[in-house]
């Protein structure tokens, strides 16, 4: 717990140092002190560069060692790999206790010596360090985005990636989806700080619900395992592993000289300590995005509501590969239904409202359904523009306890608007039918984990 | 060719009457008659409702019979299913020889004797019609828009579609990409024209260069696939077929009281006659992208050319898994690569720029590849925000004949402006790396169909 402590230096740092700050609007120095800004940063800033006097408004050091305070929380290194060293050797002197290195030009780049000689001298002073090599971090509950591209949405969301642009990627979607996130690591060369290290972070963080995980290597596969299997039990991890073919594996190893493992093996792992496996970038944002909304469902019975018939049929057959259970009506709730729909619908699962439905009609059925106990989770997809549907869905919110997740597809601008308003509401929202039902197929299995190990958890909300 | 020939009644349509037209801008007559006057339809256009005076600036006639010209070309019908077979036989009266049915309320509603008397009908006077139950046609070589949501851009991709839904997700993507269609179809319940006529019209159609295709049921499997052998040769098609698994199929029929077919049957059909399955409506819309952009490629053998490594690593996996050939660079390629990249950066399949690349580093990399003759593909992924991609992009195309596909990922804004762009210069862009490695698989399939055949084809761009 005294090592998830140390980090506290970087998700709580009062004050910062950047390193190579720049006045060159192109130099990643530069890009970095305008996020931090930007990001809303509360604490003091202390942009260092040799040649600066100010960069965007705060006065610049030409050391560390000359910035008038004597312990500054964070610094964060973006000078050429050769002299960060010295950088940490002067950040000792500051009393930093973390620090991140953004600066690549080691051991990726066959400049182990370089790396090696970074890892001493931090270990030396006891600053534990993200990277080098790396993307930075964002954590938005402290207003703080050393890193790119911009992020400040707050949500519940960790992303840690050994791929910066997957990373980007993620929080890119989390910000047009208006929900945001709790914290961005690039996770770089990570020679000290691990995915391991994060995982016990954010698995206290408050801040964060689920974590989502992409890595090309394990170095420390038992205790990676050891520590998911303890934290799933609190919070849900969604993990990509890429290199799974023979070319793939090899590209891995050159990108971040992962060491290639046995994927058979991984995914039993996985499968035992009930992370969640995603098999794309979509899956890796859709399913953390699910079940950072959505609460655990008691039974993987699933009821679709729709009012395109063709989209229903498409997560009928994803759910049926994916042990979703398309369940069956009863007659009474049949019958229910059919006093209140009218004659063209289709009564069935799908439930096809059909194509001149309206949001109402969705939520007089939802209404109709609140007693009905053998329905676990229900899809809503909204089919062409259907105005309102987020008001109607906050009112099923607060009147049903079924968990709700939606597709809204074909519905031109009146669908973009809609789509953040029922992010608002909570309901995790997709632009596809598959889309939607691998999401749900991702909380069901998640929900088999927690009930195989009698585990009672709700997910945050 | 006669029977085609007859559609041009519906595509080359020079006067339109909406019958059912309305003034309340909620109702499907109204959207209809706006989405065609929004269209920039250049013929008459006759809205027809007993009520009216007027429709957004059209004279509006009690009846057909009303109508003061002898022959109207396309009757569009709006009016309850009841009044249709009435409405028929006033265009009759009026000389049109074909009519689109929005209007529902027939089979998928259980009327079935309306529908007959329809059918019936439509035969007695010889009118071909589209529908019933189904969300109009778009035509944009004729600026005809009679269908919802409103389609204007101008492509070469055509859309037909059981549900109205999926293919108003397609044709907003294909607005949304900038790239648009040459038509789109709701097929509804195709009880007189079909995929099939379509096939055959769109085969001929010069703005038409590939068919997508969301079927839920074929009624004459056999003339389907000899009609699409044929077509194959011309033009690729790509179909969808949801309703694979028992409980898909039992809400495929129920949708369209389409019959449950073999899968694995239609599939094997499939493959040999050389239409290309998608298995989601992301795929059924990527595969018709590419294909309606890229040339036939020699062979199968890609480039990866990346600035994010993770990227590239996720691509290769894709491509391992679909038949796409990641090549090894020979030794020569190799040492002339690394004349020209910085140290860091490395050579091979994935080729990887890193992440401090800019758009000319891909130029001087592609340049450096023109005579390279063991690469048919290359597919260049954009990570982070990279401007001016599609300027250099463009000089590529310019000077080499490998084919070219994208990936553009965690670039915030600029990736949406480039992506534009980028489709401007004719190269399918796509959001993530798995996406677009599933398109080279799908022209490469198609590649493979053709040279099975020996069939030389160049995709028109």
């Not at 408004?57 to 004597?70: A, E, K, M, N, R």
């Not at 990277?131 to 969301?157: D, E, F, I, S």
């Not at 060369?189 to 290597?217: C, H």
């Not at 899956?283 to 039974?299: A, I, M, N, Q, R």
């Amino acid at each position: 717990v005294n090592k998830v402590k140390e980090l506290d230096g970087i998700f709580k740092a009062k004050s910062i140092a950047v390193v190579g700050a720049s006045t060159n609007p192109e130099k990643t120095g530069h890009i970095i002190m305008k996020n931090i800004i930007d990001g809303g940063f509360k604490g003091q800033i202390y942009p260092i560069n040799p040649k600066g006097s100010e960069i965007l408004g705060w006065g610049c050091y030409s050391s560390l060692i000359d910035v008038p305070i004597d312990k500054i929380d964070l610094v964060i290194i973006v000078v050429p790999a050769k002299f960060v060293a010295g950088v940490l050797e002067d950040a000792a002197k500051k009393q930093a206790t973390c620090a991140v290195i953004i600066s690549g030009g080691f051991r990726e780049a066959g400049n182990d010596d370089l790396e090696a000689s970074v890892v001493e001298t931090a270990k030396k002073y006891g600053i534990r360090f993200i990277g080098p090599n790396c993307q930075g971090v964002t954590y938005t509950p402290n207003n703080l985005c050393a890193a790119w591209p911009l992020m400040k949405a707050k949500g519940n969301m960790a992303i840690i990636s050994q791929s910066g642009t997957v990373g980007a990627a993620f929080a890119g979607w989390a910000e047009e989806d208006n929900l945001g996130l709790s914290s961005f690591i690039g996770l770089g060369n990570k020679s000290d700080i691990d995915e391991i290290d994060l995982i016990k972070y954010f698995s206290l963080d408050n801040s964060t619900s689920v974590i989502g995980i992409y890595l090309e290597g394990v170095d420390d596969g038992q205790t990676f395992m050891e520590v998911s299997r303890n934290v799933v039990c609190k919070k849900p991890i969604v993990v990509i592993r890429p290199g799974r073919t023979k070319k793939g594996s090899i590209a891995a190893q050159s990108h971040t000289k992962s060491i290639a493992g046995d994927y058979k093996i991984f995914d039993a792992a996985c499968k035992q300590v009930g992370i969640l496996k995603a098999d794309t970038v979509y899956e890796l944002y859709d399913f953390s995005k699910t079940l950072s909304l959505c609460k655990v469902p008691k039974g993987s019975r699933c009821l679709i509501i729709t009012s395109s018939g063709g989209s229903g049929i498409l997560a009928t057959d994803i759910a049926e590969r994916n042990g979703v259970d398309i369940l069956n009506l009863k007659e009474e709730t049949k019958t229910a239904l059919s006093d209140i729909l009218p004659p063209y619908c289709i009564i069935g699962n799908p439930l096809d409202l059909t194509g001149d439905t309206n949001a109402e009609r969705y939520y007089e059925v939802v209404k109709k359904l609140k007693n009905v106990d053998y329905i676990d989770i229900l899809l809503l997809i909204f089919g062409d523009p259907i105005p309102n549907t987020a008001d109607f869905a906050k009112r099923m919110k607060n009147e049903i306890s079924h968990e709700i997740v939606a597709c809204y597809i074909g519905g031109g601008d009146i669908q973009d608007k809609e789509v953040l308003n029922l992010h608002e509401t909570g309901i995790p929202v997709f632009p596809t039918p598959e889309r939607a039902m691998r999401a749900i197929s991702a909380l069901i299995k998640y929900k088999n984990f927690l009930q195989k190990y009698n585990l009672k958890l709700e997910v945050k909300k």
